[in-house]
């Protein structure tokens, strides 16, 4: 992990729900699935910088 010029990451992932009464589509991913979407941001000493957690 010693990347010198790096000044953090930045990744994400879906988690997997139950389908929301009358959602339709809306929280049905490219994966086939029904999830919300987790992203995240940390800096370069490994800490949470930013959460972001929804469904679009």
């Known amino acids: 992990w010693n990347m010198p010029n790096c ?5 994400g992932k ?9 959602s339709g589509t809306r ?3 490219y994966k ?3 999830s919300i979407h987790l992203m995240a941001i940390c800096d370069a000493d490994y800490k949470f910088i930013f959460v ?5």
């Open 7 to 11: 000044i953090g990451a930045i990744d």
């Open 14 to 22: 879906h988690i997997s729900i139950q389908s929301p009464f009358k």
């Open 27 to 29: 929280f049905y991913n």
């Open 32 to 34: 086939h699935f029904y």
């Open 52 to 56: 972001d957690i929804g469904a679009q």
